[in-house]
């Protein structure tokens, strides 16, 4: 069993997501925090293999959290970040602090299943190698190709704003909705011409489709849903 951290202030959203982790295969919770500083502590006493870290915490922000964690030498699980922050600076802090995934709340059961099994994938994998024989380079490439979501952008759009607008769009389709340009533009603060640049790169490397939604007058508009 895959031994899940669960960290979030607010005890309602904590039980709902530890709710998540259960109903997923392999998967066990063995802890809820609700501070940073029980975070930090939960993980030395429970040496969880996975924490689900939120950022708005009372005492200290979830990235500092992150931080301490991978300074820790007596336990260093890995971290999908949950949280509301949608801003660019604390999703590069996520990157560069070693976050797996970031999950932008409010999500749906099936989006934090998908990454749950993309990291049991990775999981298995590690512990199929043998640890005292060099690493094959398609060792390697497999472990990287199973982490590895999506394309990346063409010049000029940004793999942070990318996977933004893939969260969101992932989370729209999940629960049977679709996006259009403008409200993605509303929902990232892009300008309605960035996020259509997005929303079409999706579609032109088959992750996404688009149709059209024919009102009174006007052009009609163009409506994207994640495949």
């Known amino acids: ?14 039980k709902v997501h530890s709710g998540y982790v259960s109903r997923v295969d392999g998967f066990e919770v063995v802890g809820v925090a609700h501070t940073g500083a029980d975070a930090v502590v939960a993980v030395d006493e429970l040496r969880p293999d996975l924490v689900l870290l939120d950022i708005y915490l009372p005492d200290v922000d979830g990235l500092s959290v992150l931080r301490q964690l991978r300074g820790r030498p007596s336990a260093d699980p890995d971290v999908i970040v949950i949280t509301a922050a949608r801003d660019l600076d604390t999703v590069r802090g996520a990157i ?22 993309s990291f049991r994938s990775v999981h298995r994998a590690l512990a199929d190698l043998p640890g005292d024989a060099p690493t094959a380079q398609q060792d390697v490439d497999r472990l990287f190709g199973t982490r590895a979501r999506g394309v990346t952008p063409p010049k ?17 389709s ?54």
């Open 1 to 14: 069993m895959i031994r899940v951290l669960v960290v979030d202030d607010d005890f309602m959203v904590a």
């Open 96 to 117: 560069h602090g070693g976050a797996l995934h970031y999950l932008i709340k409010p999500f749906s059961y099936e989006a934090l299943r998908e990454r749950l099994e």
């Open 156 to 172: 000029g759009l940004s793999p942070e704003t990318s996977r933004i607008v893939e969260e969101i769009l992932r989370d729209r």
């Open 174 to 227: 999940a629960d049977g909705g679709d996006l259009s340009a403008t409200e993605c533009a509303d929902a990232t603060e892009l300008s309605r011409v960035s996020a259509r640049k997005y929303l079409e790169h999706f579609v032109e490397s088959g992750r996404a489709e688009v149709h059209l939604r024919y009102g009174g007058t006007g052009r009609p508009e163009r409506r994207y849903r994640w495949l």
